[in-house]
């Protein structure tokens, strides 16, 4: 691929070189067999006690100032709470919508699954076996 586009002398032992000192070149192009196939998620049989969480941003501004929505549902009922925040809250803030919006009415759930981990760093307490 690169001969297409560039000329180098000794090229080929050039890039081989470069790759054998790249330690991620080397975890990249790893000779281990794979893994194996992803494993589902357990799914309980009871309400709010595993729960995704989820964040929709980049709204229109509503009358009250808030332009994201933030979505918690039960993977078991499907029931979902839909919470309206400003994309610039943090995980404090965050922390307190979901005690006053969904802990009040469904207790601590044992798991809680989501796809923005950078909003979640600080951590909910999931505790209730």
Known sequence: MLK???????????VQHVIRRCATCQIAKSHLLPQGLYTPLPVYTVSWVDVSMNFILGLPRTQRNKDS???VMDRFSNMAHFIAYN???DATHI???YFKEVMRFHGIPYSIISDI????????PCGRK
């Open 95 to 97: 922390a307190k919508l």
């Open 69 to 71: 929505i933030f979505v």
């Open 117 to 124: 981990y950078q909003i979640l760093k600080f951590g909910f």
């Open 4 to 14: 297409e586009h560039y000329y180098l002398p000794r090229m080929r032992k050039t």
């Open 87 to 89: 994309k610039t809250n």
